[in-house]
């Protein structure tokens, strides 16, 4: 099972783009990287997916770098509804996949 | 609408008192999943379902049990509850993965569990 480490926790302004790195060092081959944002007292809901290069969605893009030993959830123009906990996860189907702490965003106005 | 149901949305009770959380898809999703969510934890699997008759431990799978009789159900049964089982469940689907292709999870609403 791939171990992902992010940050606890991120502050940001509206307006601004928020960038949330993640690392996961002993990825292996057929490995995804998936992230889900979860509001409080809801359900993670599913953001975006990759493997490699660049993903973009009409709501996020996911940066993966050659060696795919991180990744950066990138967040465009971000609102003070964007205040969730974001969390990376890695692995080759749903069972491999581990949701961590993920990491807390805050939007100030 | 696509959606996961999950019932009852909070529930208290008392130790030992057994109990049942249901959780239905109507996207006739093969895979299902329970978790619990604890502070400062994230969310750990319980037990999954890979299709109907088909399920497996998690990484937290003690004092819970679950069944697969139907595709579109899956209901989280707790024998005997204790304190320790006082957490927020959250149910989730998703299309099997087939090969290189890995399905979103689909997350209920989630029910917040007391046991006194």
């Known amino acids: 099972l791939a171990k992902t480490t992010q940050p606890i926790s991120m502050d940001s302004y509206e307006g601004q783009e928020v960038n949330i790195t993640c690392s996961h060092n002993?990825?292996?081959?057929?490995?995804?990287i998936t992230w889900y944002q979860q509001f409080p007292s809801q359900g993670p809901r599913f953001i975006i997916q990759?493997?490699?290069t660049k993903v973009t969605n009409e709501v996020a893009s996911l940066f993966i770098p050659a060696d795919r030993k991180s990744s950066t959830l990138s967040l465009p123009r971000v609102s003070l509804s964007d205040t969730a906990v974001y969390y990376c996860?890695?692995?080759?189907?749903?069972?491999?996949?581990?949701f961590g702490a993920g990491t807390r965003l805050t939007v100030k106005p | 609408e696509a959606q996961v149901t999950q019932n009852p949305r909070y529930l208290i009770t008392v130790t030992g008192k057994k109990l049942t959380v249901t959780c239905s898809q109507n996207?006739?999703?093969?895979?299902m999943s329970w978790y619990r969510q604890d502070p400062g934890l994230g969310l750990r699997q319980i037990y999954y379902?890979?299709?109907?008759?088909?399920?497996d431990k998690g990484d937290v799978p003690e004092g819970y049990k679950v069944s697969r009789k139907e595709k579109r159900n899956f209901p989280l049964i707790l024998e005997s509850p204790s304190p320790n089982q006082t957490s927020l469940y959250f149910c989730?689907?998703?299309?099997?993965?087939?090969?290189?292709?890995?399905?979103?999870?689909?997350f209920g609403s989630g029910t917040q569990l007391s046991v006194l």
């Open positions: 990759g493997y490699k």
């Open positions: 996207m006739n999703h093969e895979y």
């Open positions: 379902s890979m299709n109907v008759e088909v399920t």
């Open positions: 989730a689907s998703s299309l099997l993965s087939r090969g290189n292709l890995n399905e979103k999870l689909f």
């Open positions: 996860l890695v692995g080759e189907n749903n069972n491999d996949m581990r």
């Open positions: 002993n990825i292996a081959t057929n490995d995804y």
